[in-house]
């Protein structure tokens, strides 16, 4: 089993800044892969971003390509999600997700990923 505690979310203006960071516990940290999702009200939950075991590898939503960046440090089992430039568009339930994956895979169905933790809100003010 992997825990997974999300942190960091809250209420920004359009044009701010977040870093929310996912604390994971259990498991062996490092051979996951790990990603965000968010869920905004009356919408389906869609990706944001991954990243692969060492973080070599990322992938992101072309929503948020260019604003956000995913990181990740084993040493500490966390993974952050810096987000600039946030837009009104934006404000969701953020989760936290963990897969069991090859080294080099960044998940981007919420089918590959096997935890996730119980979302962070972010809101963005116009």
């Known amino acids: 089993q992997v825990q997974l505690v999300e942190s960091g979310g809250g209420l920004v203006q359009a044009g701010g800044s977040l870093r929310l960071s996912c604390a994971a516990s259990?498991?062996?940290?490092?051979?996951?892969?790990m990603g965000w999702f968010r869920q905004a009200p009356g919408k389906e939950r869609e990706f944001v971003a991954a990243?692969?075991?060492?973080?070599?590898?990322?992938d992101y939503a072309d929503s948020v390509k260019g604003r956000y960046t995913i990181s990740r440090d084993n040493a500490k089992n966390t993974v952050y999600l810096q987000m600039n430039s946030l837009k009104p568009e934006d404000t969701a339930v953020y989760y936290c997700?963990?897969?069991?994956?090859?080294?080099?895979?960044?998940?981007?169905?919420?089918?590959?990923?096997?935890?996730w933790g119980q979302g962070t809100q972010v809101t963005v003010s116009s």
């Open positions: 997700v963990a897969a069991q994956s090859l080294p080099w895979i960044t998940p981007t169905s919420r089918l590959q990923y096997d935890y």
């Open positions: 259990g498991r062996t940290f490092s051979s996951y892969a």
């Open positions: 990243i692969s075991w060492t973080g070599g590898n990322t």
